[in-house]
């Protein structure tokens, strides 16, 4: 179980994967909301995801969003957290035509970064 602020975190995260190409692609929209509302606080998470898609946020700064969260409740970013995010991300990067080149890097630049978390 982790925080609010880490769900609200990982929505942001997993819009900003989505953006990538430019647009949230039907495919990623569904497992968006089967694997954020599994979560603990799976509906912040889902409102922190279409909130930015609804406003149009850049997915730079829904990253940058994301990643001052985490930084914040860093202590509370345990291992099996940390993989279980990573796991997400990688599950929403192939529901659409498979795992691009930038999302493979997105995704171990996110993990790089929260390794040392």
Same mark, same amino acid.
């Given at each position: 179980?982790?925080?609010?602020?880490?769900?609200?975190?990982?929505?942001?995260?997993?819009?900003?994967?989505?953006k990538?190409?430019g647009?949230?692609?039907?495919?990623?929209?569904?497992?968006?909301?089967?694997?954020?509302?599994?979560?603990?606080?799976?509906?912040?998470?889902?409102?922190?995801?279409?909130?930015?898609?609804n406003?149009?946020?850049?997915?730079?700064?829904?990253?940058?969003?994301?990643?001052? =969260?985490?930084?914040?409740? =860093?202590?509370?970013?345990?291992?099996?957290?940390?993989?279980?995010?990573? =796991?997400?991300?990688?599950?929403?990067?192939?529901?659409?035509?498979?795992?691009?080149?930038?999302?493979?890097?997105?995704? =171990?630049?996110?993990?790089?970064?929260?390794?040392?978390?």
């Amino acid at each position: 179980m982790y925080s609010p602020d880490l769900s609200m975190s990982l929505g942001s995260i997993v819009y900003a994967l989505s953006k990538l190409d430019g647009r949230l692609h039907k495919q990623e929209q569904w497992t968006v909301r089967e694997l954020l509302a599994q979560g603990p606080h799976g509906d912040l998470a889902l409102c922190a995801f279409f909130l930015r898609e609804n406003t149009g946020e850049p997915g730079d700064d829904a990253y940058a969003f994301g990643m001052r =969260r985490l930084v914040a409740k =860093r202590l509370e970013l345990t291992e099996q957290i940390k993989k279980r995010f990573v =796991r997400i991300l990688f599950r929403v990067a192939r529901a659409h035509n498979g795992i691009s080149q930038e999302e493979r890097l997105f995704i =171990r630049q996110f993990w790089q970064e929260i390794r040392v978390l």
